[in-house]
Nanobody, 116 residues
């Protein structure tokens, strides 16, 4: 059974930093992509950053240059370093892993609140 568990969310002032971590267990081999989405209150879920298999890391325009995604294969974690946070970064952040023709697995989400 695939399980993802996010941690590291919280409240921070504008300009501050947070580091989110996602612990992954039970994932099948051959994952095609992993990364982070976020969902602001009352809005749709949106891509934040993704590490595709065999490809280059991609970021949403809104976070490029401020956020950094990384993967630790030894610890089975997906991390998201968030710097220069803005109030518009306030959202619930979800990590995910995707395997083609099998499915997508999501964490339960972690809340990030950035105050001005």
């Amino acid at each position: 059974q695939v399980q993802l568990a996010e941690s590291g969310g919280g409240s921070v002032q504008s300009g501050g930093s947070l580091r989110l971590s996602c612990a992954v267990s039970g994932a099948p081999s051959g994952i095609n992509a992993l990364g982070w989405y976020r969902q602001p209150q009352g809005k749709e879920r949106e891509l934040v950053a993704v590490i595709p298999r065999g490809g280059s890391t991609n970021y949403a325009d809104a976070v490029r240059g401020r956020f950094t995604i990384s993967r630790d294969s030894n610890k089975n974690t997906i991390d998201l370093e968030m710097n220069s946070l803005k109030p518009e970064d306030t959202a619930v952040y979800y990590c995910y892993v995707y395997k083609w023709r099998v499915g997508t697995w999501w964490g339960q989400g972690t809340q990030v609140i950035v105050s001005s």
